[in-house]
């Protein structure tokens, strides 16, 4: 929709106020809402200045804090909770520096458009992706946070988890949650509002949605693939409107890797190709192993020598690393396969032939939805286009189950293992950033990678509640 259009469509639909959305460095979403009279061609064209950068995490320092937004015309939908008097439509928005200094460098948005100009430049017309992005529906979440030196405590409430102190008629044990049907799936009708919501009103193209392996409510909804910077949107989009339906039907949704103990944790498996001149370039016909092309292999090489620097964008919390533990069908070792989900990169083999052109693809399975969408992509597919450059191969495919590997078997097949921990993370990304260089600036590295040592020093520092279980009496 262009700038007259999307200044028509506000007229005609009645819509009283403009959404202006934006993602900080970590990945959560923001908004300041303008009234439509205030919206012309000229603000449209040059932005609304309303930002202080210098509020949000990871954004300017305070002598620089002035910046603009620049809504994004085709990311314009009325929103569905917001119907009346008071009807609200939202834009995604680019951020600049004020006083015309051009695109901020941190705006995640801009690091995703930056990625696709990069992968253009190295011959390819676009990449395709496709996240598979899993979170928790809980009735009700209660923590109790006195102060930093009294204690911490938690409680989740859930009508499908056997701890429910309702007593719930139909309990979903840990790990058998996979695609059981109502009663035992109590949220079905939650994910078909949350299509419906995604179709109608941000025309998100939706495949499919169900119920996850874990208990007390985990889902999935599974989007149609897009271009790198539109998917990003949707992946935020997503999120927004899963929490929004969530609170309007008396729950919480949360995109928290492992809220629960003993059960599988949420993960948000990506999947990518390359395209030119409308050929799926990762598709080779005559690869009996998989049908994927020596390109394709090549990405998956950049991949796999960059994993363990890429958790720190994928994987971005200490939460995180409580699921990339084996056990809980999470990846926790680096090797590629077709398949085999133990392995961090799994090549999808539902079909075979010239019929599966359009879908080969390459599954990269470490990410959580705790990432920020417009860096992660980003970030893989700077990994990925090293990976062509320097002609990485990625070594033979492990087709066997890797948990059951004794160690000394995984060290003959060299598989490496992903962190342990945020901390461990953020020291490779540090030393093996320079695949990031043409999409990422250094002042991106140095503030997002001194966020996330701020986070773990602020979680590691602190006693833990099992830690009394395990200690008080030592």
């Not at 004794?406 to 320079?434: F, N, T, Y």
Request: charged share 25%; net charge negative; glycine share 6%.
């Amino acid at each position: 929709m262009d700038l007259n259009k999307t200044l028509e469509h506000i007229q005609e639909s009645g819509v009283r106020f403009i959404d202006l959305q934006l993602t900080d460095l970590p990945g959560k979403l923001h908004h300041v809402t303008i009234t439509s009279q205030y919206l012309s061609e000229d603000t449209l064209r040059e932005g609304v200045a309303k930002l202080d950068g210098s509020s949000l995490r990871g954004f300017a320092d305070i002598h620089e804090s002035d910046m603009v937004l620049k809504p994004d015309p085709s990311t314009f939908a009325i929103l569905p909770w917001s119907n009346g008097p008071n009807k609200t439509a939202r834009m995604i928005c680019d951020v600049y520096r004020g006083f015309g200094s051009g695109r901020f460098s941190r705006d995640p948005r801009y690091v995703a458009q930056k990625a696709e100009e990069y992968i253009r430049a190295q011959g390819y017309d676009t990449s395709y992706w496709g996240p598979e992005i899993e979170f928790f529906v809980f009735d009700k979440v209660h923590w109790d946070v006195k102060s930093p030196f009294e204690g911490v405590s938690y409680k989740i409430e859930s009508r499908e988890a056997a701890w429910n102190s309702g007593g719930t008629q139909h309990p979903i044990r840990f790990k058998e949650g996979y695609y059981p049907v109502p009663p035992q799936d109590s949220l079905m009708e939650y994910r078909n509002e949350v299509c419906r919501v995604l179709t109608d009103y941000f025309n998100i193209e939706v495949d499919a949605h169900h119920h996850e392996v874990a208990t007390a409510g985990q889902c999935e909804i599974d989007m149609r693939f897009d271009t790198l910077t539109k998917m990003a949107d949707k992946a935020q989009t997503y999120k927004y409107v899963a929490r929004v339906v969530a609170n309007n039907l008396g729950m919480v949704a949360t995109f928290m890797p492992k809220p629960i103990f003993g059960d599988n944790a949420s993960g948000m498996h990506v999947h990518v190709s390359l395209w030119k001149n409308g050929v799926n370039l990762f598709y080779d016909e005559n690869d009996e192993y998989a049908e994927l092309s020596q390109l394709g292999r090549y990405f998956v090489g950049g991949l796999l020598e960059h994993s363990r620097a890429l958790t720190a964008i994928t994987n971005p919390t200490t939460n995180s690393y409580r699921r990339l533990v084996p056990g809980y069908e999470a990846p926790v070792f680096i090797a590629w396969s077709r398949s085999n989900r133990s392995a961090n990169i799994r090549i999808p083999v539902y079909y075979r032939g010239r019929a599966s052109m359009k879908s080969k693809r390459i599954e990269f399975r470490t990410p959580d939805p705790s990432a920020n969408p417009y860096l992660c992509f980003a970030a893989m597919a700077a990994a990925g286009i090293d990976g062509i450059k320097k002609k990485i191969d990625p070594g033979d495919p492990v087709n066997e189950d890797i948990y059951k590997l004794s160690p000394e078997r995984r060290k003959q097949l060299g598989i490496r293992e992903l962190p342990g921990s945020l901390r461990e993370a953020v020291e490779e990304l540090l030393s093996d950033h320079e695949f990031l260089k043409p999409v990422f600036t250094e002042d991106l590295i140095d503030v997002y990678t001194e966020l996330q040592l701020k986070t773990f020093i602020d979680v590691a520092t602190k006693p833990h509640p099992y830690e009394f279980y395990l200690y008080f009496d030592v």
